[in-house]
């Protein structure tokens, strides 16, 4: 015999109708998330090179301006010497520069006459 009166629990269709809004959600957010991330790590690559031409200003300024010693760069030197590569990284204070290494980019701190740029 059926007991009548109020039924507990939820019927197979309520079930997959609440999977499926579930689905549909998940399928119009995924994309969202995805471009967000996205745009942050084409945000922090563009910050990066930024702060590294801002450093390498840094470095070159007292060469420019005549001053002898400090941490200046000279027309000989290039980024990729030791000595310069450390002090672009005391300049942007981090450890090396595989720290400004977005995902699998690596930046290249280019030269005094090309920008930094991402590989």
Request: charged letters at 20%; hydrophobic letters at 40%.
């Amino acid at each position: 015999m059926r007991r009548k009166g109020k039924r507990k629990g939820f019927t197979l269709v309520e079930i997959m109708l609440g999977i499926s809004i579930l689905g549909v959600l998940a399928a119009l957010s995924i994309p969202a998330i995805l471009g967000a991330y996205s745009n942050a790590q084409k945000r922090a690559m563009e910050r990066n090179v930024a702060e590294v031409e801002k450093a390498k200003g840094i470095l070159t300024l007292p060469s420019q301006i005549g001053m002898t010693g400090a941490m200046g760069l000279t027309s000989i030197q290039s980024f990729s010497d030791a000595g310069v590569t450390e002090n672009l990284c005391k300049v942007l204070r981090i450890n090396s520069m595989s720290d400004l290494n977005v995902g699998n980019m690596t930046l290249n701190p280019g030269s005094l006459t090309e920008k930094a740029y991402y590989e």
